[in-house]
C-alpha cells in the first residue's frame, strides 16, 4: 500500500526535474538556431547586405559579421555571468533568450544594400554583437545550471539532454533552410525565402522566454557548496586560484567548436559558395547530419554514465584528430563527396559535442563557474569557433585547404593535455 501512495509522488517529482532542463534545453536550441541559420544562409545574406558583384566575397563579410558576434561572446560571458554568480542563475537564463530572439528578428525584417547602403551592414553587425553578447554565457551556464539540478552520477544524462536540444537548434535550422528552398526555390530563396527562417527563430524565442519564467534557482544559500559569491572581488579570486582550469576550458570548448562549425557552416557554405552544389540539396544534407547529431547526444550522455566521465571525454577528443582530415576528401565539386564527408565526420563530431560543456565547466567551483565558464566559453569560441568557418572558405579559395584539419588536430592535442593538468590541479565535481 505504501509504495502504491508513493508513487504518483514520485512521478510528480520526476516531471518536475524534467521541466526545468527542457526549459534550460530550449535556450540551447534558439541559440544554435540562430547561429546555424545565420552561418547556412551567409551565402544568401552576403549579397544581400552587401556589395555583390563577387558572390564569394560578399559571402566571406557576411562570416565576417558572423566571426565579429563571436567576439562580443567573452563579454557577454563576464557580465552576465557576474550577475548569475552574484544574485542567480534564472533571470540571466530568461534575458538571454529574449536579447536572441529581438536580435534575429530585426535580422529578418531590415532592408537590404539596394535599400539603406552601408546601413544595412551596420545594423546586421549590431544584431549579430547583440547575438554575441547574450549567448556568451547561455550555453555553458545552461550546461552548468543542468547539472546543479542534476543527481550526482548522472552528468552525462544531463550533458547528452542538453546537447540534444542544441542539436535540435541545429537540425531545425538545416530542417526550416531546406523546406524553405524547396517550396520558393532558388532565386526567392536568394530574394527574400532567407527570412522566413529568421522568423521562425524569433517566433521560436517568444515561446522559450513564456517557458522559462517558472525556472527554480539552482543557486542559492540552502544549497552546500552552492551560496552565491559575496562580490565579485570573490568571484575573481576564484577565477584567479583557479587559471589552468580557465585555460584547459578555453582550448576543450575552441577545439570542440572549430570542428563544429567548419562542419555545420564552413563545408555548408564552401559547398554552395565556392563549388556552386544546389542549395535545397545542400540543405538536404545538412539535415541528415542534425539527425545524426539528435540521436548520438543522447547515447554519448548515456555511455558517459556508464563508464568515467572524464575518461570518455579524452578518449573522444583524440578520435577527433584523424576525424577532421576527413575534410580534404571534398576537394571539388559532387555532392556524393559532400555528404560521405559531412556525415563521416559527423558520427565523431557528436561525441566531441556533446561532452565538452559539462568536462569544462565541471573544473570550477559554483560560486565563480557562470563567471568562468562564461569567459572561457567566450574566449575559446571567439578564438577557434566563429573564425572557423571563415577561415576554412578563406583556406579553400587560396589551395590551402589542409592548414585547416592540421590546426584544428593541433587544437585537440592542447586540449587533452591542459584538461588533464587542470583536473590533476582542481580536481573534478562531475563524473568521478
Request: hydrophobic letters at 50%; aromatic letters at 10%; a positive charge.
Amino acid at each position: 500500500m505504501a509504495s502504491t501512495s508513493t508513487e504518483p509522488h514520485r512521478q510528480t517529482r520526476s516531471l518536475a526535474a524534467r521541466r526545468p532542463l527542457v526549459a534550460l534545453g530550449l535556450g540551447g536550441t534558439l541559440e544554435w538556431y540562430d547561429w546555424q541559420i545565420f552561418g547556412l544562409l551567409s551565402a544568401f545574406v552576403g549579397p544581400q547586405f552587401f556589395p555583390n558583384h563577387d558572390p564569394v566575397a560578399a559571402t566571406l563579410s557576411a562570416l565576417a559579421v558572423f566571426a565579429v558576434g563571436f567576439l562580443f561572446r567573452p563579454l557577454g560571458g563576464v557580465v552576465l555571468g557576474l550577475v548569475a554568480d552574484r544574485f542567480g542563475r534564472r533571470r540571466v537564463m530568461l534575458g538571454s533568450v529574449a536579447a536572441m530572439a529581438l536580435a534575429t528578428l530585426v535580422i529578418a525584417a531590415v532592408p537590404g544594400y539596394a535599400s539603406l547602403g552601408v546601413w544595412s551592414g551596420v545594423i546586421l553587425l549590431l544584431c549579430r554583437v547583440v547575438q554575441g553578447i547574450s549567448t556568451g554565457v547561455e550555453g555553458p551556464l545552461a550546461t552548468a545550471y543542468a547539472v546543479e539540478l542534476t543527481a550526482k552520477g548522472r552528468e552525462g544524462r544531463a550533458a547528452g539532454i542538453m546537447s540534444l536540444f542544441v542539436n535540435l537548434g541545429i537540425l531545425g535550422a538545416s530542417l526550416i533552410s531546406f523546406l524553405t528552398s524547396a517550396v520558393v526555390g532558388s532565386a526567392a530563396m536568394q530574394s527574400w525565402g532567407w527570412r522566413v527562417p529568421m522568423a521562425f527563430g524569433a517566433v521560436l524565442g517568444i515561446v522559450i522566454v513564456y517557458m522559462r519564467r517558472q525556472l527554480p534557482e539552482s543557486l542559492h544559500p540552502s544549497a552546500a557548496g552552492q551560496r552565491p559569491a559575496e562580490s565579485s572581488r570573490e568571484v575573481w579570486r576564484g577565477i584567479g586560484k583557479h587559471w589552468l582550469a580557465l585555460l584547459a576550458m578555453i582550448f576543450v570548448v575552441g577545439a570542440a567548436q572549430a570542428y563544429n562549425y567548419a562542419w555545420n557552416v564552413g563545408l555548408p557554405t564552401l559547398a554552395r559558395s565556392t563549388y556552386k552544389e544546389n542549395a535545397t540539396s545542400v540543405f538536404a544534407i545538412t539535415t541528415l547530419l542534425g539527425v545524426v547529431l539528435v540521436v548520438g547526444s543522447l547515447l554519448t550522455g548515456a555511455l558517459a554514465d556508464r563508464r568515467k566521465l572524464s575518461r570518455t571525454f579524452v578518449a573522444t577528443r583524440l578520435l577527433a584528430v584523424p576525424a577532421v582530415f576527413l575534410m580534404l576528401l571534398y576537394a571539388g565539386p559532387g555532392l556524393g563527396g559532400f555528404s560521405a564527408v559531412l556525415l563521416g565526420g559527423g558520427l565523431v563530431l557528436v561525441l566531441n559535442m556533446t561532452l565538452y560543456n559539462v568536462v569544462s565547466t565541471s573544473l570550477l567551483p559554483a560560486p565563480c563557474r557562470a563567471t568562468g565558464v562564461g569567459l572561457g566559453y567566450g574566449i575559446g569560441v571567439a578564438l577557434f569557433g566563429g573564425t572557423a568557418s571563415y577561415l576554412l572558405v578563406w583556406l579553400g579559395r587560396y589551395g590551402s585547404a589542409w592548414m585547416f584539419p592540421a590546426y584544428t588536430a593541433a587544437l585537440c592535442l592542447i586540449s587533452v593535455a591542459l584538461y588533464l593538468a587542470a583536473r590533476r590541479r582542481t580536481g573534478i565535481y562531475a563524473g568521478e
